[in-house]
């Protein structure tokens, strides 16, 4: 359990259908009651700001490792009296409505899902999923409730592997250092993972930033000479994903967690976002944050990498750099990094380190961790 000594930090709650419901039906009737009253009006609808000026950090009581992403309680106003807001008023009575229908029927959609469902019945509302994902977020920041307690389910592109036991309820009991390079496919279902029963022998888990590593090494079985658990997202992390790996960080609280990215600033953004969290989840910032040390790549692993295989960096990577940097939540020696990747210009991929073969790279990761090479 966490303790929260500000006042003003607002989160989501994890909130069974029937509440959800039911706070769905006082917002309708609060906007009837002041509509039908003597002096009639609309309503504004009062949402959690989630824009970055209103993101909080809380830091941990005796270290920084516990330090996680918050949103405090700032409003913004949806309103049906302007013009270029009226329409994303309605469209959070739409998508409430939707997951009224949806909670009452006993059923989940996926984001994508939900979009082509108000497509098809509101199309002069709704053009784009970013739309639908937006007004998912001002509908959780509206009745505090998670996205997953509205009805909406995850969208997993996570795959685990290694030294651990999984069993889904009424299931056989699945060995994820048996499934392969494929791994293990981490279900979209918030609930079924949070009832997975796990057991390990494992001594660390290795978040692996790549799909194309992640399978070198469970091909390679590297969990074997490493006794550790794999998993990536493939990428900028899932919900899913990060769930689980929540899941496992309190289920397992002894292991380590470590992670293999690009040294680039997008491999330290998706370090920085299983570690701390993202302000884009609105108030479900916090949730699936975890202690995540950054193992490798890193500015003294560039000696081992050909001057040939870095490469230059992008626009789209000085503009990362550039958020990262005025984030609050970045560590000295994460900004002592990423002012190096800035300075030298470069960033070097993972792939960089197969020049000392393919086997290399569990080599590399063993030698990090007996060293304890990580920040």
């Not at 079924?192 to 799909?211: F, N, P, Q, S």
């Not at 990498?305 to 550039?322: G, H």
Request: aromatic letters at 8%; charged letters at 25%; hydrophobic letters at 40%.
């Amino acid at each position: 359990m966490r303790f929260f000594a500000d006042r003003e930090i607002c989160y989501a709650d994890i909130l069974p259908p029937s509440e959800v419901r039911a706070r769905i039906e006082v917002a309708v009737l609060n906007f009837l009651k002041i509509l039908t009253c003597t002096d009639p009006a609309i309503s504004d609808l009062l949402l959690i700001n989630r824009k970055s000026s209103n993101r909080r950090v809380s830091q941990g009581l005796l270290t920084d490792d516990d330090t996680w992403i918050f949103l405090s309680r700032s409003f913004c106003k949806r309103t049906l009296m302007r013009a270029n807001a009226a329409k994303a008023f309605i469209r959070v009575w739409k998508v409430m409505e939707m997951c009224f229908k949806i909670l009452s029927q006993e059923k989940r959609v996926t984001q994508r899902e939900l979009f082509y469902k108000l497509l098809c019945v509101s199309p002069d509302c709704f053009s784009s999923q970013l739309q639908v994902n937006r007004t998912i977020q001002d509908v959780v920041g509206l009745l505090r409730c998670s996205r997953y307690s509205l009805g909406i389910m995850a969208s997993s592109r996570g795959i685990v592997a290694g030294r651990l036991l999984l069993q889904e309820p009424d299931k056989e009991v699945v060995d994820c250092s048996e499934c392969g390079s494929s791994g293990y496919a981490i279900s979209g279902d918030l609930d079924l993972l949070d009832r997975l029963v796990m057991k390990t022998d494992a001594r660390y888990i290795i978040i692996v930033e790549k799909h194309a590593i992640f399978q070198r090494l469970a091909e390679d079985r590297v969990f074997n000479h490493i006794p550790s658990i794999l998993i990536t997202a493939k990428g900028y992390p899932d919900i899913a994903t990060r769930f689980l790996l929540h899941r496992m960080s309190r289920t397992f609280p002894e292991l380590p967690i470590m992670a293999l990215v690009d040294w680039n600033p997008a491999g330290l953004a998706i370090l920085c976002t299983f570690k701390f969290g993202s302000i884009g989840m609105g108030l479900e910032a916090y949730r699936y944050a975890c202690n995540v040390k950054w193992l490798g790549l890193r500015g003294d692993d560039l000696q081992l990498i050909p001057e040939e295989s870095l490469v230059s960096l992008k626009p789209r990577d000085l503009q990362i750099a550039k958020s990262l940097m005025s984030s609050e939540t970045l560590q000295e020696k994460h900004r002592e990094e990423l002012t190096l990747m800035v300075q030298s210009g470069k960033r070097a991929e993972i792939e960089a380190l197969y020049f000392h073969g393919y086997d290399y790279l569990g080599k590399y990761i063993a030698k990090k961790i007996v060293q304890a090479n990580y920040i």
